[in-house]
């Protein structure tokens, strides 16, 4: 197990608790009932099948406005992650890496991400764009990029691959307290995935209090982002945790068995 | 880059331009417009005979043209125009020295931003208050290469041969109702003379300013642009908000000819009391290129398709067009490019934003006569709206009368997506920050056209008119 060093503190950055979740305007909760806790530092890895609820439980988490929380808390940092709008959320420290990035025409990435950082500052303040621009380079640096990548438009003709360089790249810049990817694998050849593997890793060795969670159906980003704890997600609630080994049994025996349990 | 960084240190009020100026004209007709009135204007300038003829025949093709029924409503404009103060001279004669403006006209033009330091990076700068040119400099530099830039009195005045042989040649005044109605009452505008292979380095600017309430101004410009030679205007337009409607029409004739280049950059930010109706076209010689960057984005009404009659062989044409159409305003814009010679080109690139209740028309005439072989056009209209009730119509008309030719064209009509600006919400900019982030990338490939300080400008409007546009 992958245990982080030197975390005195801990008490959990996230707390999930009894989280029931519908698509707005829909009758029926698709989240019944989640609980989780994410200490600092930390990767969890949520694995589910189709229509388990894992990346509705994302959005969420970032308050995308098409889903309607109907019961539970979140709390993050000691807030109330629910009372706050996805800008509030962002600016607290949550970040989510899309499943499905989405196109901005006209607008480069060092665009983009100078508004994000603006964004983040008092009014009357003004982000250096000097500063900005060193940050740029140096993040790009670290992650293997093509400073030339930054001026292309924010997944304006994007491979898969690209648009979750771009992820990654976003995530970097924004150093957020915790990352929600969201099936960051799927639709990744295997280069590729390796690639964005290694872009979070660094970042995980960078930023050590960082915590992450890995949403996914397939159990082979974990052989290249070890995660601390594996949770799996069936019919919408938590139906079993624990270590890396709970993804490799996973591996071998597929979802059916958890099926089974719920449906009984 | 540095637009963003620009934008935040500028003051978000609402429409900064609205205010009045306490400024007394030296003369002006009584409302409403009869021959009595054209004869006041054509005495006060001073003009030879032949122009108080053409102005009063081009009365008579106003009178007898009927209002147009296509395009926006005009249906009040009847009204307001009996209203209208057709001629306010706002000072005795102009002046080439920015020190001899009278204070308060001066103060209106440095609170409108066109302070000494940005006058510096300008070839020359011409200034229109009401219905008269108060102001015109042009760089020594330029001067003594024989470039004119001039009020349009003093063009016809000093320069009347030239004058005649190009005024109304490329707009007659029986071209549509408004060109004859300029043709019969014009003041002010600009004369610019670019002598042949003579290259300017930096734009020259006229800044158009309606003080008076139901003022009608009617600038007339004409440019001639010589052979192999190359230049950019820019003009700026902006007017008080009043309760009453004003009217602008102006006139605007290009001759570019052989191998020059001239390029026309129009930002029209008039009060939403403003009814905006102008016709601006170029002539476009052999080998010649003419470019139209048109941006509408105030105004009550503003119905405005410049065009580029492509003449000899070889000629370009194009036209970039941006229009806005904010809550009760419609934008109905475009462009024209008429092919006449062989192996021609042109292309248009048309851009809408339709917020609240607003109303963005494109309208383009594409047409090949027959023996412009080879002509090839271009024409690519987008829309975007920010919320339900905005709206957009295209009305693209294809005239092709020539084989050879071919020509394209794409619509596409989008919608800020929910998805957007989750997106970039999740990443911490707040609603209206995205949604700003959104349009300036919508008006990018125009945008980027513009100069500095009017791309800051139209940065600066989108982020204002953004706020409070979503939910």
Redesign the interface.
Known sequence: MNQPEGQMDDSPILSISGLTARVAGEPIDILKGVDLAVRPGETHAIMGPNGSGKSTLAKVL?????YEVTGGSVAFRGQDLLEM???E???TGV??A?QY???????SI???L???????LADGE??D?FDFQELLVERMELLDMDPAFAER??NEGFSGGEKKRNEIL?MAV?KPTLAVMDETDSGLDIDALKIVAHGVNTLKKEMPGMSVLLITHYQRILDHIAPDAVHVMVGGAIVQSGGPEVALELEAQGYEEYRAVTAG | MPQNEVIQGLDLDDYKFGFVTDSEPVFRTRPGLDSDIVRQISARKDEPEWMLKRRLKALDIYESKPMPDWGGDLSELEDTLSETYFYVKPQEKMERSWDDVPENIKQTFERLGIPEAERKILAGVGAQYDSEMVYHSLKEEWESKGVIFDSIEDGLKNHPELFRKHFGTVIPAADNKFAALNSAVWSGGSFVYIPPGVHLETPLQAYFRVNQERLGQFERTLIIAGEGSRAHYIEGCTAPVYSSDSFHSGVIEIVVGRDAFFRYTTIQNWSTNMYNLVTQRALVQQGGHMEWLDGNLGSKLTMKYPSCYLMGEGAHGEILSIAYAGDGQHQDTGGKVIHVAPNTSSSIVSKSISKGTGRASYRGLCKVYDGASNAKSNVECDALLINETSRTDTFPYIEIDERSASVGHEATVSKVGDEQLFYLMSRGMDEAEAMALIVRGFIEPIAKELPLEYAVELNRLIELEMEGSVG
């Open positions: 970032a308050g995308h406005p098409g709008e996805p800008d959320r962002a600016q970040f989510m899309f990035p989405v196109e901005i025409p006209g607008v060092a665009n983009f100078r508004t994000a950082l603006q964004a983040r003004e982000l764009l438009h924010v976003q924004l």
